[in-house]
């Protein structure tokens, strides 16, 4: 069984940064395709931040040079580095994991909140 439990979200100013874990079992990152998602109140889930089996990363162009995603294999983690914080950035952050059978993410964590207000 899959597991994804994130965490490091919390409350920051704008102009700040976090970083999210999201800490995986029962399947290895280092082969797996893992991505960020966010869901701000009354919005749909939207794509964040992917990283591919081979290291590949992309970005939402809302994201694209403030956020890194990034894995340490050794620790089976995958992260979101988010830098320059804007109020708009405010949601339920989840790590989901990709499935090449299914095509889709097929499991997702819990969701870390994060809020950005001065």
């Known amino acids: 069984q899959v597991q994804l439990v994130e965490s490091g979200g919390g409350r920051v100013q704008p102009g700040g940064s976090l970083r999210l874990s999201c800490a995986v079992s029962?399947?290895?990152?280092?082969?797996?395709?893992m991505g960020w998602f966010r869901q701000a109140p009354g919005k749909e889930r939207e794509f964040v931040a992917r990283?591919?089996?081979?290291?590949?990363?992309y970005y939402a162009d809302s994201v694209k040079g403030r956020f890194a995603i990034s894995r340490d294999n050794a620790n089976n983690t995958v992260y979101l580095q988010m830098n320059s914080l804007n109020l708009e950035d405010t949601a339920v952050y989840y790590c989901?994991?990709?499935?090449?059978?299914?095509?889709?993410?097929?499991?997702w964590g819990q969701g870390t909140q994060v809020t950005v207000s001065s």
């Open positions: 989901g994991s990709y499935s090449p059978q299914t095509g889709r993410f097929d499991y």
């Open positions: 029962g399947r290895a990152v280092s082969g797996a395709f």
């Open positions: 990283i591919t089996w081979s290291g590949y990363t």
